[in-house]
């Protein structure tokens, strides 16, 4: 169900923003209907994030009529860093930097008040990914990968991870989970590995000054590589979750495509 038909099943064609789904037939929902992305700030912007992630989100509930529901939300509900040390479900939210962030912590406040599960991937990356990479890529310049130093560690997310993740999270009891990866990743690491490219740092307050006043670039995206967000994810194992895919099994895959 959503804009798109999915690659296997039937299709169910759903505005988030404007329309009650018909769940007419439907057991139970994993909902992962979202706006996304990084656009400057603005009325426009927030009112177009809210309709989806939070609208959408009560009209969904409503739909739902105490059908199990598991609601993805993101690791970007959390308070930004920088974070010393892994983040668990009871860190505080609020004081979001991006209209994203802001907008899946008012959707995700109303999916906990209904009892449902509500996890929280960060950087979720694999098949599909519309999103990461191309974010991944304007750091480019001249065949070199620039970033706000220093290195910091960072939790990823591989789709198959979560996608095992909400089929499992139809029988756990209802709350907030962090779902990621087995292993935190070095981001520069990543970088180097996914890029193809040489990284080199720029101050993290050049950085930040520059995103008050570029285009492009905003607080939000200096904050996803230099907060060093580790999640913790001993909630989701004490239910079981256990991550079969990390990075690496990703760069293989696509070397071997090449």
Same mark, same amino acid.
């Given at each position: ?6 690659p296997?099943?039937?299709? $169910?064609?759903w505005?988030a923003?404007?329309? !009650?789904?018909d769940?007419? *037939?439907? %057991? ?9 992305g990084d ?10 994030? =809210?309709? $989806? ?15 199990p529901?598991?609601w993805?939300?993101?690791?970007? !509900?959390?308070?930004?860093g920088?974070?010393?040390e892994? $983040?668990?479900e %009871?860190?505080?939210? *609020? *004081? ?9 912590a008012?959707?995700?406040?109303l ?7 509500v ?11 519309? =999103? ?19 290195? $910091? ?7 198959? #991870?979560?996608?095992?993740a909400?089929?499992a999270?139809?029988?756990?009891p209802?709350?907030?989970? #962090?779902?990621? %990866? %087995? ?6 690491? !990543? ?5 193809g490219?040489?990284v ?7 950085a930040r000054?520059?995103?008050v ?12 590589? @230099?907060?060093?967000? !580790? ?11 256990r991550?079969v ?7 293989v895959?696509? @070397?071997?495509?090449?």
């Amino acid at each position: 169900m959503g804009r798109r038909p999915g690659p296997v099943g039937r299709h $169910v064609a759903w505005d988030a923003a404007r329309e !009650v789904p018909d769940l007419d *037939g439907v %057991d139970a929902v994993v909902h992962l209907a979202a706006a996304v992305g990084d656009p400057r700030p603005g009325r426009a912007t927030e009112a177009a994030f =809210h309709a $989806v992630n939070v609208g959408g989100t009560a009209r969904l509930l409503e739909a739902a009529a105490g059908r199990p529901v598991v609601w993805v939300s993101s690791a970007s !509900v959390y308070r930004p860093g920088p974070y010393r040390e892994p $983040v668990r479900e %009871d860190h505080p939210v *609020g *004081g979001q930097r991006g209209a994203y962030g802001r907008s899946k912590a008012a959707g995700e406040r109303l999916a906990l008040a209904a009892g449902t599960v509500v996890l929280r991937p960060r950087a979720v990356y694999g098949d599909g990914d519309r =999103h990461l990479l191309p974010r991944l890529r304007r750091v480019v310049r001249r065949g070199t990968a620039w970033l706000p130093g220093p290195d $910091v560690a960072m939790s990823l997310t591989a789709v198959e #991870n979560l996608a095992g993740a909400c089929l499992a999270a139809l029988t756990w009891p209802a709350g907030a989970y #962090n779902i990621a %990866d %087995d292993r935190a990743y070095r981001r520069d690491e !990543v970088f180097g590995l996914v890029l193809g490219v040489p990284v080199r740092h720029v101050p993290a307050g050049l950085a930040r000054v520059a995103a008050v006043v570029s285009p492009t670039l905003t607080r939000y995206a200096v904050d996803q590589v @230099t907060d060093g967000l !580790v999640l913790d994810l001993g909630r989701a194992r004490a239910q079981g979750y256990r991550p079969v895919r990390t990075l690496a099994d990703y760069l293989v895959v696509t @070397t071997d495509e090449r």
